[in-house]
């Protein structure tokens, strides 16, 4: 399983970016992909996922939105309204199996920068 995230880039606050995540490789449906980021001197956190149609952080719920393209692999991360906040590595994970049991692969991670 091989995960390439793309997209990221230098915004000004209140601008918009979409992030990209092309899977290939064993990967037995792309709902299984989320979305994480990781700021400077903080944990990763979850941003959005597919669970219940959609879910996601209440930092980005009502800005963000995940929605995928089955027929090419890819899930996509739509970004509105960006904060200063918002600056992280953003990272796709996928999770294989129930539970993630057959493990979890990662993408190499896109950086969004939201400053003026």
């Known amino acids: 399983v091989q995960l390439q995230a793309s997209g990221g880039g230098l915004v000004q606050p209140g601008g918009s970016l979409r992030l990209s995540c092309a899977a290939s490789?064993?990967?037995?449906?792309?709902?299984?992909i989320s979305w994480f980021r990781q700021a400077p001197g903080k944990q990763r956190e979850l941003v959005a996922d597919?669970?219940?149609?959609?879910s996601y952080a209440d930092s980005v719920k009502g800005r963000f939105t995940i929605s995928r393209d089955n027929a090419k692999n890819t899930v996509y991360l739509q970004m509105n309204s960006l904060k200063s906040e918002d600056t992280a590595v953003y990272y796709c994970r996928y999770c294989s199996g129930n539970w993630c049991s057959g493990g979890n692969y990662w993408g190499q991670g896109t950086q969004v920068t939201v400053s003026s």
């Open positions: 597919f669970g219940s149609g959609g």
């Open positions: 490789g064993s990967i037995f449906g792309v709902n299984a």
